[in-house]
Structures are given as C-alpha cells and as structure tokens.
C-alpha cells in the first residue's frame, strides 16, 4: 500500500494536470472568442467614434494575443453576425489569411449586398460586389482590382503571422511598421498579395456569413 505522502502527491499531480488542460483549453479557443467579444461602443456614441472605438478595441485584442504568443486562427465578429456552422470547419485549413463572401443586410433597407473574394477553386482571384434588391434582381460587377477597404466580418488569419510575419512574405510597403496599426497591417496583407488567401468555401460559391448593419442610413437631401 502507498503512503500518505504518495497518495497526497498524486492527488497534487492529477490537480495540476488538471489546471494545465484547462489552461491549454483556453489557449487553443482564445483566439476564436477573442474577436467575439471585442466591437462593442456605447449606443450614444456616433457612428464614427463607435467605428474607432472597435478597430481600437481589435488592437488591443491583437497585441494580447502576440504578447502571449496564442497560437491560432484569429476571426472577428460581430454581435449582428450569424454563421453557417460549416464554415468553422473551413477555418482550420487556414495556414495564412483566408477571405470568403459575406451578406450584409442594413437596417431600414429591403436589400442584400454581398461582397468578397472571386476565387478559382480556393485561389483568390480577384473581388466582386452583388446588389441583391427588393425586386428580387441582382446587380453584379467584378473585378481583379483590390477593393479600397478589407471588411472584417470577410477574412480571418493565422495568428502568427502578428510576431513573424516574414514567414508570410514582405510588409506592407504603404506601411512598414506594423507595430503602429495591426489591424491595418493585416488588411493591407490580404489586400496586396491575393497569393497568400485561401477562398472560403472552394470557389467562394456559397454565403456561409451574414452580417447585419445596424448603424443609422444616411440622409440624402
């Protein structure tokens, strides 16, 4: 029989294996629920500091996540955003950036606007745009040119490429110094070099996210 000590040794044993798990469960998933929770602003607040309020509150979520070296798949979303569950499944094959379509709907309009990668296969080839209007008709245009702005409700990207993004490629030559703006150094990634971005789903032939705009339309005179 085992004595008290071996006994009392175990039992410290199976309690720290257990906070270790617990700490790898955590880790493994951080970069998944980070973005989820980051995006909030006061509803009093204008559409424009709210939007600065959110890319501000997404770089501090990045820079805890390089500080600590969380290895991951990092997504942001909003609390509008709904998922096809299979698209969390499409997210584990990304080794660099992934980029797919989104929907997005806005309050007060009868209208569907999609927008996002045109792809071969899961290359990247190029960006389109679909205006999806109350009658039911679709405006569509496409284009190998870079969009101005990268929505972030479309890409997600590995994680390390925020404390080694040689491994990637080169910087952004509009901006060098990431360190200043790594949600900025991320888009401008995605955007300058299609290569490097896998298409959600293959072909990027099916909307597996929506997101709905609830900022106030602005008025035409």
């Given amino acids: 029989m085992g004595s008290s000590t071996d006994h009392a040794a175990g039992a410290r044993g199976k309690k720290q294996g257990s906070q270790l798990w617990k700490k790898a469960l955590l880790h493994s998933s951080l970069c998944f629920v980070m973005g989820f929770f980051t995006g909030f602003a ?34 942001f979303a909003g609390l509008g955003d709904v998922f096809d569950l299979r698209f969390f499944d499409e997210l584990r094959g990304i080794s660099a950036f992934g980029a797919w379509p989104v929907a997005t709907m806005r309050r007060g309009e009868r209208k569907v606007v999609v927008r996002g990668p ?58 060098p110094d990431k360190s200043q703006d790594s949600m900025k150094f991320v888009q401008q990634v995605v955007l300058e070099d299609f290569s490097k971005v896998k298409g959600i789903p293959s072909d990027c032939s099916e909307v597996m996210v929506w997101h709905v705009d609830t900022a106030a339309p602005s008025l035409q005179n």
Avoid: K
């Fill in 42 to 75: 006061p509803s009093s607040v204008s559409d424009a500091a709210a939007g600065r309020e959110r890319h501000h509150q997404r770089n501090v979520a990045l820079g805890h996540i390089e500080h600590h070296r969380l290895a991951g798949v990092v997504l």
């Fill in 118 to 175: 045109a792809c071969s296969s899961a290359a990247v080839t190029g960006w389109f745009s679909q205006d999806l209007g109350g009658s039911g008709t679709a405006a569509a245009s496409a284009s190998t040119a870079r969009p101005g702005e990268l929505d972030v409700h479309g890409f997600a990207f590995n994680s390390s490429v925020l404390w080694d993004p040689e491994r990637w490629g080169r910087y952004p030559t509009s901006e």
